[in-house]
């Protein structure tokens, strides 16, 4: 995406017991400015992401990757 800008935030421990979490499931909010997000509606932004992390969002990259986890839960705040 080539951001301008991008914040990641792990929001994990505000969820600590919640069942998505269990087993390594992360939760993480992401701002990100990128121009790659210039004339796409808000559907169509976090469509391109999480395409682009669809591989980290399996539960089965947390039996691959224990040490990793997934992310179980993602927040989008994209602009351009």
Request: aromatic share 8%.
């Amino acid at each position: 995406f080539s951001p301008t800008a991008l914040l990641v935030a792990d929001e994990s421990a505000a969820h600590y017991g919640h069942a998505g979490s269990q087993g390594g499931g992360q939760h993480f909010a992401v701002t990100m400015n990128a121009a790659a997000f210039a004339g796409l509606n808000p559907v169509k932004r976090h469509q391109l992401v999480y395409t682009a992390l669809q591989d980290l969002m399996r539960e089965q990259h947390a039996l691959d990757n224990p040490e990793l986890g997934y992310i179980h839960a993602l927040k989008l705040q994209l602009r351009s």
